[in-house]
């Protein structure tokens, strides 16, 4: 059988958050007797160089934004674009985010080759949803949750085209043995001692303020704890974001509590070193942290908001509560820290979940089929 050829048209360069890293567990396990994998980033970094190092074909291509409305660069990426899928001799194109999107629409048209659109992110209120206005130029859009799906929403239908396709994770990668002690050598962090942790980009809407209010109050009725927060900063957040968080730290005299362990290449150890993970996201869309702590068995608390609520079972895999309201978050913990059984049970049921539902054989799976029912004409 023909191998087919698939253009991933990446939005970063780089390993900003969850979505880099799915794209890269996909294509990593895709079946190479079926599909050869090639990929367009906008730029070199981190993302770049392991699909550089795994021997996937890379290009740059500058992606313009249409904020600017420069018609000059739109045209001169499409034609990049077209360029490199004739001779690559492309079968389908995989797009991932807004501008990528469009693009590869575009392309796909004028040189009639089918093309996938990957959502996920949510929309807020008021926001102008391109991927929504444009859904005509895609063959099939794979949304990370339903939450995401629902974008998508016409006079009360959601066209067949549109799919959700969760994300998945390495159970073998992310499993209850991985051991965290080095994790907690690092930061001095005392075997009798609790950590209460969270995972993602520092920003505003990811809820590290409202974590940091429940850490303040749970400090003054716990004094075994830690509070473990891992990520780092980008451009897009704002400047004052990181000091707005140290000030809240030294006002009440959380120094000694709070430790800020920036960006991780070793995620499973850091899982592996909290008692509890904690996602305070406004909305997480289709939080990857999530499958991550479930398979290593860690009992969640966790924002009843955008796609969470269909990967965390509330009082089942872990505990769910409004976002923004740093009270319930500490009523939550604290029901996880008077009940040991409790959270074991959690954590123990989180894992069979991940392995039911949500591991990245599945993911692959499901992905592998869309391609095959595209290019099959089925």
Same mark, same amino acid.
């Given at each position: 059988m023909k191998k087919m050829n698939i253009l991933y048209i990446a939005n970063k360069g780089y390993f900003k958050g969850?979505?880099?890293v799915s794209?890269?567990?996909l294509v990593r396990r895709i079946n190479p007797?079926?599909?050869i994998p090639h990929f367009i980033c906008p730029s070199q970094g981190a993302f770049f160089d392991t699909l550089t190092r795994d021997q996937i074909s890379v290009d740059i291509i500058s992606y313009p934004h249409f904020k600017t $409305?420069?018609?000059f660069a739109v045209l001169k990426a499409i034609s990049l674009i077209k360029q490199i899928a004739i001779e690559k001799k492309i079968d389908l194109i995989h797009a991932n985010g807004p501008r990528m999107n469009l693009l590869s629409g575009?392309?796909?048209?004028i040189c009639k080759m089918p093309v996938v659109w990957h959502e996920r992110t949510l929309v807020e209120k008021g926001m102008w949803d391109s991927d929504r206005f444009f859904s005509f130029l895609a063959d099939k859009i794979i949304c990370n949750s339903d939450a995401i799906r629902e974008r998508f929403l016409k006079n009360g239908k959601i066209h067949?085209?549109?799919i959700t396709i969760i994300n998945g994770v390495d159970t073998t990668l992310f499993n209850p043995h991985v051991d965290g002690s080095s994790v907690r050598r690092e930061f001095n962090i005392r075997d009798n001692e609790i950590v209460i942790g969270m995972a993602g980009r520092i920003e505003p809407s990811k809820g590290q $303020?409202?974590?940091l209010k429940a850490a303040r109050d749970l400090a003054s009725k716990y004094n075994n704890l830690k509070f473990l927060i891992a990520g780092g900063i980008f451009s897009e957040c704002p400047i004052n974001y990181k000091r707005e968080l140290e000030e809240f730290i030294t006002k009440h005299n959380l120094e000694k509590k709070v430790i800020f362990a920036g960006v991780r290449n070793d995620m499973p150890q850091i899982l592996a070193a909290m008692n509890i993970m904690v996602l305070a996201a406004d909305a997480e869309a289709c939080g990857r942290v999530l499958f991550e702590a479930m398979a290593c068995a860690k009992p969640i608390v966790a924002t009843n908001t955008g796609g969470t609520p269909e990967i965390v079972i509330d009082k089942e895999t872990g505990l769910l509560v409004p976002p923004k309201n740093s009270k319930a978050l500490v009523k939550a913990i604290i029901a996880l820290l008077d009940d040991k059984d409790l959270a074991k049970q959690m954590g123990v049921k989180g894992r069979e979940r991940v392995e039911k539902y949500f591991t990245i054989q599945e993911h692959v799976r499901k992905t592998e089929a869309v391609y095959e029912e595209i290019l099959n004409g089925c």
């Open positions: 969850g979505g880099q794209l890269w567990n007797d079926k599909f $409305l420069n018609m575009l392309v796909a048209k067949k085209k549109v $303020l409202c974590f």
